[in-house]
C-alpha cells in the first residue's frame, strides 16, 4: 500500500520572549504557578512586522526546495489568526515562496485542529495524486490579552510540512478517530481580536475528547499503550497534555508508562519555550520529540491527539521513517531558540498594544528591527505588503 505522511517538516517563531517567571512577578503570581502549574518558561513575542502568514512562509522558507516548487499542487492554511475574512492565508505564502501557479491554496479554520484537517485532506489528495505533494500550515498569534487569566497561554509561531507519498519522516497510518460536538469552550467572534475562553471548562472538554477518541481507537484496532513509543498532544500550554496522558496511563505496565512520561516531557520542550501556536502546536510537539530525543527508534508507533475548541478532537497514528533523523533541521532550530532576544514585561505589553490600525489607515513598518527573512512592511490601500529580503 502507498505510504503517505511527513516527508519534511520546518518551524519558525519570533525572535522576541518574554519569561514566564518575570510575567509571574508583574502579575503578583508565585512564578511556580506559570512554571510548573501551567509548565511554560518562555513565550514568544510576536513583533508588528510578523502575522500568521509571515510567520508560516518563514516556516515554510527552511524546508522547500525546488523539487517542492515543481510538485506542491495544494497549499492548505489551518489558523486560528488569519488577516483576512475573504482571501486565504494560503494564497499570500504560495506567493512568498515561488510556488507553481497551477496549484489549490485554501485556510481552513477549526480553532486548534484547522492543520489537522489540513493533514488528513493532504493524505487524501496524495492518495489520488501520488505523484504531487502538498504544503500543509499550522501559523497562530495566540492572543487573550494582557492581565487574563489566558495571558501566560499566549505564544505565537508556525509549523510548515510537506505531505507527500514515501515520506521521509513519518507515514500516517489509517484508522483515524475523530468527534465533534458543539461546545462553548473558547472562541472569538468576527469582531474581536482576542479570544473568549472558559478556561476550566477547555480543560474539560479537551480530556473528554481524548477518552472518548482514545477509547474508541483502542476497540477499532486492539492497540494499546505498549504499541506506542510516545503520544504527542495538541499543546495549549504543557501541563494540559499530561492531564489527559494522567487518566490513561494505569493501563500501562510501569515500564511502558515510565516510557511515555519520560517521551511526553521531551515532547514539551520547544512549546515550554514558544508558548501556545494554536494550529501548530501538536505537530511542534512532535518536532520537539522527534529533534530533541536523539535515540528515538525508526518504526516507532507515535500517538496524536489533536484538539481544537469549540470542539474537534481527532487521535490518529504515524510510523518513523527509515533514517528520519537526516531530514530534520535541527541545527537551524537551535540557532533559531539561541538567538531569541528576551524582552521585558513592559516591553511585551508595549509590543502587545501596538497593533495595525483598524480604520484602515496605511501604515508603513521598519522591518530592519525584525530578523525574520518574510516580514509584513505596512499596510497599503487596505492591502498587507509582504517582503521576502532574500528576493
Ligand atoms: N506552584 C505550582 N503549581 C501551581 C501554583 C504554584 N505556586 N499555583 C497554582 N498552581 C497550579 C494549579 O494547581 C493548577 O494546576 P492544575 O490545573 O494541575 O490543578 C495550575 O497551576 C493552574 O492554576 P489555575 O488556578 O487553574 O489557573 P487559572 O485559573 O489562572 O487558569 C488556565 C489556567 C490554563 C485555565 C488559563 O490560563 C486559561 O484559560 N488558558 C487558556 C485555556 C486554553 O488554552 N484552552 C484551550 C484548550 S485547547
Given at each position: 500500500m502507498l505510504k503517505i505522511g511527513i516527508d519534511k517538516i520546518g518551524f519558525y517563531a519570533p525572535h522576541l520572549y518574554v519569561d514566564m517567571n518575570k510575567l509571574a512577578v508583574a502579575r503578583n503570581v508565585e512564578p511556580e504557578k506559570f512554571t510548573?502549574?501551567?509548565?511554560?518558561?518562555k513565550m514568544a513575542v510576536p513583533p508588528i512586522t510578523q502575522d500568521a502568514v509571515t510567520l508560516a512562509a518563514n516556516a515554510a522558507l527552511e524546508i522547500i526546495d525546488e523539487d517542492d516548487k515543481e510538485k506542491i499542487d495544494f497549499v492548505i492554511f489551518g489558523t486560528e489568526s488569519g488577516i483576512d475574512h475573504s482571501k486565504s492565508s494560503a494564497v499570500y505564502v504560495h506567493q512568498l515562496l515561488g510556488l507553481k501557479p497551477n496549484a489549490r491554496a485554501v485556510e481552513v479554520k477549526q480553532a486548534c485542529y484547522g492543520a489537522t484537517a489540513g493533514l488528513q485532506m493532504a493524505k487524501g489528495h496524495i492518495a489520488l495524486n501520488p505523484d504531487s505533494k502538498v504544503l500543509v500550515l499550522g501559523a497562530d498569534i495566540a492572543r487573550y490579552g494582557l492581565n487574563t487569566s489566558g495571558e501566560a497561554t499566549q505564544g505565537a509561531g508556525a509549523v510548515a510540512m510537506v505531505i507527500s507519498a514515501d515520506p521521509k519522516i513519518m507515514a500516517l497510518e489509517e484508522n483515524n478517530v475523530y468527534y465533534t460536538n458543539d461546545i462553548m469552550d473558547f472562541w472569538r467572534p468576527i469582531y474581536s481580536d482576542q479570544a473568549f475562553v472558559d478556561g476550566k471548562f477547555s480543560n474539560e472538554q479537551y480530556i473528554a475528547f481524548f477518552n472518548k477518541v482514545w477509547g474508541q481507537y483502542k476497540e477499532m484496532t486492539?492497540?494499546?499503550?505498549?504499541?506506542?513509543e510516545a503520544i504527542c498532544y495538541h499543546l495549549p500550554y504543557t501541563k494540559m497534555g499530561l492531564k489527559a496522558l494522567r487518566t490513561v496511563?494505569?493501563?500501562?505496565?510501569e515500564n511502558v508508562q515510565d516510557r511515555l512520561k519520560e517521551n511526553y516531557q521531551i515532547s514539551t520542550m520547544y512549546n515550554r519555550n514558544v508558548g501556545n501556536i494554536y494550529t501548530g502546536s501538536l505537530y511542534l510537539s512532535l518536532l520537539s520529540l522527534l529533534e530533541r530525543k536523539e535515540d528515538l527508534a525508526s518504526g516507532s508507533r507515535i500517538g496524536m491527539f489533536s484538539y481544537g475548541s469549540g470542539a474537534v478532537g481527532e487521535f490518529f497514528t504515524g510510523v518513523l521513517q527509515p533514517n528520519y533523523r537526516e531530514h530534520l533541521h535541527l541545527a537551524s532550530h537551535e540557532s533559531l531558540f539561541a538567538s531569541r532576544k528576551e524582552v521585558s514585561v513592559e516591553e511585551y505589553e508595549e509590543i502587545f498594544e501596538?497593533?495595525?490600525?483598524?480604520?484602515g489607515a496605511n501604515i508603513e513598518l521598519d522591518i530592519e528591527q525584525d530578523p525574520a527573512p518574510i516580514c509584513l512592511a505596512g499596510v497599503n490601500d487596505h492591502m498587507r505588503q509582504y517582503v521576502n529580503k532574500n528576493n
Open positions: 510548573i502549574g501551567i509548565g511554560q518558561e486492539g492497540h494499546a499503550l505498549e504499541d506506542f496511563l494505569e493501563e500501562a505496565p501596538n497593533t495595525l490600525p483598524k480604520d
